[in-house]
């Protein structure tokens, strides 16, 4: 497995460009399935996960064109079967996205059930609840979920609790059902609204996306469009945290700051001098050492679970005490372990980090668990003393874009040794 070696104490300084957003690529992807023609997405990032998801839809039949700029063409007509296999779906839990789809365009689908991950369980019982709701004849059998509509009925679903993809799947199913479904406390995250603006240039009629209300009046049939995947918040936030962890200035360009209002909020808090313009954000610590924030995860616009990871290394190296609560999954300060190997002062309470700053991190050989995690790993390293030697980068893949060359051309010491 490849690693990256980090030296730290470079304060990033420069500019980079953010690239598309993994988490509307994927359920965009999916939605394609509902287009009676080819459908091209663009700004879509080159990542191990969209690779997978390209290689499920191929698996089922679907027409991929992909070009040198990672357009992806999707023409479904050639579609043969309605099956999402165990070995891909365990690689990648959000192909559990292409359940709603094949169910609302062709009536069936087999999925396999995802399984956990290392941050949670992740249940999808929400998902099949909704489905069933809406008509569905859905049952778990030898690990698959089996489900069958001649046409899915529309009806109001209020969801026990938000859930991300479960919004999505439910949506997407909802374009082509009868009558019009309303989704309550439905997720609000701006990847849901790109795949609502999605759904609409494909001819769906859907209302309320950013809002915990969705209303989506079914139509016959969806067409084939264009459309570009909005930037990734969460890619943008990495790298603030990476400037403001180094004590650097740094500018990210082709993002979108109103989607990062509470990440902005907590960056200031700790100290940094954040300005914004329309398609980017430019944040300078002016070399002086971050102060310790106290955070709580949530559901958007609160502050999102998926930049935890990256505030626990900045809180490690913080001046003060800071809390950290991670609300959404069970299971996500994994990357506790590994940053205490490097000297980091955080005792775990439940649900609640207390990370008392220190003034100097050593580096050590670390092991990513999830991909959040690999990123707080890699900023630890990014200002601990020494070569940090970060292992199964693997999980960073998935979810980061060329993320040596984007560290390197702020001025970080990284590089990549293949297995
Ligand atoms: C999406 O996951 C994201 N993935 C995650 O990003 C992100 O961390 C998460 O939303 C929360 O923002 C994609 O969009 C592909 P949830 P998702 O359903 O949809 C419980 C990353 O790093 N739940 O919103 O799977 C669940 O266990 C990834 O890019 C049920 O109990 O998350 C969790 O505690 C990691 N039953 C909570 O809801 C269900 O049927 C929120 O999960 C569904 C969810």
Redesign the pocket.
């Known amino acids: 497995m490849d690693k990256l070696i980090i030296t730290g104490g470079v304060p990033l300084q420069g500019e980079i460009r953010i690239s598309g957003a993994?988490?509307a690529a994927?359920?965009i992807l999916a939605a394609t399935l509902l287009a009676d023609g080819p459908v091209k997405v663009g700004n879509i990032p080159h990542l191990q996960d969209i690779t997978t998801t390209m290689e499920l839809l191929g698996r089922m039949g679907v027409e991929l064109v992909v070009d040198e700029r990672m357009n992806i063409e999707v023409d479904c007509s050639t579609i043969r079967e309605l099956f999402a296999p165990y070995d891909l779906v365990k690689s990648m839990?959000?192909s559990i996205l292409v359940l709603g789809p094949m169910l609302a365009r062709f009536g069936e689908a087999v999925v396999s059930l995802p399984g956990g991950c290392a941050?949670?369980?992740?249940?999808?019982?929400?998902?099949i609840e909704g489905l069933v709701k809406m008509g569905a004849d859905v049952h778990v059998e030898g690990g698959y979920i089996h489900a069958k509509a001649r046409r899915l009925k529309a009806t109001r679903l209020v969801m026990d609790?938000?859930?991300?993809?479960?919004t999505e799947n439910l949506m997407m199913a909802a374009t082509l059902a009868e009558g019009t479904t309303v989704i309550e406390n439905a997720?609000r995250?701006p990847?849901v609204v790109d795949l609502a603006n999605c759904l609409n240039a494909m001819g769906a009629k859907v209302s309320g996306a950013g809002s915990d209300s969705i209303s989506i009046e079914g139509v016959d049939a969806l067409f084939g469009t264009r459309y570009d995947v909005l930037p990734d918040r969460?890619e943008t936030g990495t790298y603030l945290a990476a400037a403001a962890i180094t004590g650097g200035h740094v500018r990210i360009k082709d993002t979108q700051p109103r989607m990062l209002e509470a990440v902005i909020e907590k960056l200031r808090e700790a100290g940094a001098s954040v300005e914004v313009g329309d398609r980017w954000i430019e944040l300078d610590m002016n070399g002086s050492r971050p102060r310790a924030t106290n955070i709580r995860t949530s559901?958007y616009p609160a502050f999102?679970?998926?930049m935890q990871a990256q505030f626990t290394s900045l809180n490690v190296v913080s001046d003060g005490t800071g809390t950290i609560s991670e609300t959404?999954?069970?299971n996500r300060f994994m990357h506790v372990h590994e940053l205490q190997r490097m000297g980091a002062d955080i005792q775990l309470e439940g649900n609640t980090a207390v990370i008392r700053g220190v003034n100097r991190l050593t580096a050590a050989p670390v092991m990513a668990t999830d991909?959040?995690a690999s990123a707080s790993l890699v900023l630890a390293g990014l200002v601990a003393e020494g070569d940090t030697v970060v292992d199964r980068i693997y999980h960073i893949d998935r979810?980061y874009e060329s993320i040596e060359e984007k560290l390197a051309k702020l001025g970080a010491r990284i590089r990549r040794v293949p297995a």
């Open positions: 993994k988490n994927l359920p839990r959000a941050i949670g369980s992740r249940p999808v019982n929400l998902h609790l938000v859930t991300v993809t479960g997720a995250e990847e969460i559901p999102p679970t998926d959404v999954f069970e991909l959040r979810g």
